[in-house]
């Protein structure tokens, strides 16, 4: 599936503003945000000082992002579950926040709940590798 540069930074962002959503940052969420990163395209220094500055940055707008295509915020939806339980602890607010990206995003709520049920379920251990950012692709 095709993405565009602003939906590949649409979803960086979307993630990175999910990591802070329990007010702390876990070295898995850290190393699953940066993987994901990479694969969009993005450089690991750049993805690792959005990272680093993400706390305290009152800047960074916490508006649910609003993808070109639905297909993308599924994608999106299922890697930031991915990233919410790999720190071993799902929190009720990154459960809200993507919730709200799949409201914005035209998503049937039968769908979003049968997504979180399907990661939930999935060890922890082999989330990094089953990201679905990777079949993500751009010119």
């Not at 993405?3 to 940052?25: A, E, N």
């Not at 993005?42 to 990272?51: A, G």
């Not at 991915?82 to 009720?92: M, P, R």
Request: charged share 35%; proline share 2%; with cysteine.
């Amino acid at each position: 599936m095709k993405i565009s540069l602003l939906d590949r930074s649409l979803y960086l962002k979307g993630l990175v503003l999910l990591i802070r959503k329990d007010r702390r940052i876990d070295a898995a969420e850290r190393a699953m945000a940066v993987r994901v990163g990479k694969i969009l395209g993005f450089e690991n220094k750049f993805s690792e000082k959005v990272i680093e500055e993400l706390l305290d940055n009152k800047y960074i707008v916490d508006v649910p992002p609003h993808f070109s295509a639905p297909d993308i915020a599924r994608c999106f939806i299922k890697d930031g579950l991915k990233l919410s339980i790999v720190d071993g602890q799902l929190h009720e607010k990154e459960l809200v926040w993507l919730k709200s990206i799949a409201e914005t995003n035209g998503l049937e709520e039968a769908w979003y709940d049968d997504a979180v049920k399907t990661t939930t379920d999935q060890e922890c251990g082999d989330l990094e590798g089953i990201l679905e950012a990777k079949y993500l692709e751009w010119e």
